[in-house]
């Protein structure tokens, strides 16, 4: 039996294809879990700052955590924290 050449290089390009299209999807998978994992980091830190408020009134209203600078403020029952645009909240 004689191969032909054109049968193993359609062959070859779909492959690659199916191997680009399922690294791409890994990576974007990756990115958005990252986004996501930073997103709860970000609210744990700041209910954390509220604790931290809580327990000494001496703390700073500005606290810096991984290149993010929370700002904790006080709004009669409501303790607050502003970080990149998002504001978490506790009331009491």
């Given at each position: ?5 054109g049968f ?25 879990q ?19 408020h809580l327990?000494?009134s ?18 009669e ?16």
């Amino acid at each position: 039996m004689r191969k032909r050449s054109g049968f193993i290089l359609v062959e070859a390009l779909t492959s690659l294809t199916i191997s680009l299209m399922i690294i791409f999807m890994l990576s974007l998978c990756v990115s958005e879990q990252f986004k996501l994992i930073n997103q709860w980091e970000q609210r744990v830190n700041a209910h954390k700052i509220i604790l931290l408020h809580l327990e000494n009134s001496h703390m700073p209203n500005k606290v810096m955590i991984k290149n993010r600078i929370y700002y904790y403020q006080k709004i009669e029952n409501t303790y607050q924290v502003k970080v990149n645009n998002h504001v978490y909240q506790v009331k009491s």
